[in-house]
């Protein structure tokens, strides 16, 4: 079993960073997919990024590319997310998710651990 424990949320005004970090416990892994989704109320969990985590590859949503950055620290098996330039539209819980896949999905269901969440306010 892998835990997924996430941080680094909060209000935040437009054109502001956040950095978000996911730590993992449990069971140790070497391969597989993380990365982030998120959700607002009323509306399907979303797609942000993902990073493969043997060779770091990375993938994001048009909604975010070059504004997010995700990237891992092995040693600490640790997921962040730097959030540059935050919109409000940028506002929802932000999930830290795991794949035991080396490829990623945009699907949610494709996911196999989920962290608890952590909510990002982007206020106008």
């Known amino acids: 079993q892998v835990q997924l424990l996430e941080s680094g949320g909060g209000l935040v005004q437009t054109g502001d960073s956040l950095n978000l970090v996911c730590k993992a416990s449990g069971r140790t892994f070497s391969r597989g997919t993380m990365g982030w989704f998120r959700q607002t109320p009323g509306k399907e969990r979303e797609f942000v990024a993902a990073?493969?985590?043997?060779?770091?590859?990375?993938y994001y949503a048009d909604s975010v590319k070059g504004r997010f950055t995700i990237s891992r620290d092995m040693a600490k098996r640790s997921v962040y997310l730097q959030m540059n330039s935050l919109k409000p539209e940028d506002t929802a819980v932000y999930y830290c998710?795991?794949?035991?896949?080396?490829?990623?999905?945009?699907?949610?269901?494709?996911?196999?651990?989920w962290g608890q969440g952590t909510q990002v306010t982007v206020s106008s």
């Open positions: 990073i493969v985590w043997a060779d770091s590859r990375t």
């Open positions: 998710v795991r794949a035991e896949s080396s490829h990623y999905s945009i699907h949610s269901s494709e996911y196999d651990y």
